[in-house]
């Protein structure tokens, strides 16, 4: 990203992780607003059930684990992992309480977009401005950013707030965030506050689509779209210092984002 999250924060933009505590019987975790899974924890014939809701238009993997003090009796044991289709629920694990203890579960529930099984293409990408002249700030391997799996593999475009930003390839949209308003370097209160669109490709690649313009996605979750059709504004929220497009295609390998190499037409990537 151009001047923006430093590389060893960078899952707290672009991996969307959500925790929460989970007390049996209370309603459903909360979502944060970049949350991508909710735990939702059920009483059924003596036993609570551990569930894990999709919020996305894809699918995602998740990991739920024990948070604090002693083993949780759990069917699986924890930590427990799974993948939960796109918009749907998986159920995770049954809990146990032992006797004299009371029915709450401090649990973590952690989620990453994309399946594991996502095979990638040899795909030539559209550029996702329709300007011919835009610059690049920073290419593959950027020295400033773009060191870390997920962004080795980024483009970022030096654009003005409100520039149409375009599908470079036709897919679902999985995921929108475009309530953010500012910028600014205290990572605290800007690492979560980027708007985002990810698009789910055919293969289970997912191009990223971020900093966008508060309300700039002209696209909802779940959407078809097609490469060129315009999907957004490009802004300068979140952690950044100036306004730019970033761009990059990412894979889930095991609970991590990774970013891949691409081709881009008309583009040529600096070193």
């Known amino acids: 990203m ?15 992780l ?27 014939d003596g036993e609570y059930l551990a569930w894990a809701d999709n919020t996305l238009a894809g ?14 009796p759990s069917d699986p044991p924890l930590p427990a992992r799974a993948s939960v289709p796109a918009a749907s629920s998986v159920l995770l694990a049954r809990l146990r309480t032992t006797s004299g203890r009371s029915a709450n579960f401090p649990l973590s529930l952690s989620g ?9 293409r040899d795909i ?15 290419g593959f391997e950027g020295s400033f950013s ?22 470079a390839r036709a897919g679902t949209v999985m995921q929108v965030e475009d309530g953010f308003r500012a910028s600014g370097l205290a990572y ?19 191009a990223l689509y971020a900093h966008l313009a508060h309300g700039g996605a002209l696209v909802r979750q779940g959407q078809q779209v097609q490469a ?24 889930n390998r095991g609970m991590h984002l990774v970013s891949i190499p691409f081709r881009m037409r008309g583009v040529v990537v600096p070193p």
Not at 153 to 162: C, K, N, T
């Open 18 to 44: 959500v925790s929460a505590i989970a007390l049996a019987g209370d309603e459903p975790a909360s979502r944060e607003p970049d949350a991508i899974a909710r735990l939702r924890i059920e009483p059924a």
């Open 59 to 72: 699918p995602i993997e998740v990991m739920l684990r024990a948070t604090a003090g002693s083993p949780l």
């Open 228 to 251: 060129g059709q315009q999907i957004g504004l490009s802004g300068n929220t979140g952690y950044s210092t100036a306004p730019h497009l970033h761009f990059v295609v990412q894979v």
């Open 112 to 120: 990453v977009p994309g399946s594991s099984n996502a095979r990638p």
């Open 188 to 206: 605290g209160e800007y690492a979560k506050r980027a708007n985002i669109i990810r698009i789910l490709h055919d293969d289970g690649t997912m």
């Open 124 to 138: 030539e990408y559209q550029s996702p401005l329709r300007q011919a002249d835009t610059r690049i700030d920073q």
């Open 2 to 16: 151009r001047r923006s999250t430093p590389p060893s924060r960078r899952a707290a933009l672009l991996l969307m």
């Open 146 to 167: 773009h060191v870390d799996a997920e962004n080795r593999y980024a483009l970022d475009f030096a654009v003005e707030p409100g520039t149409p930003v375009s599908a």
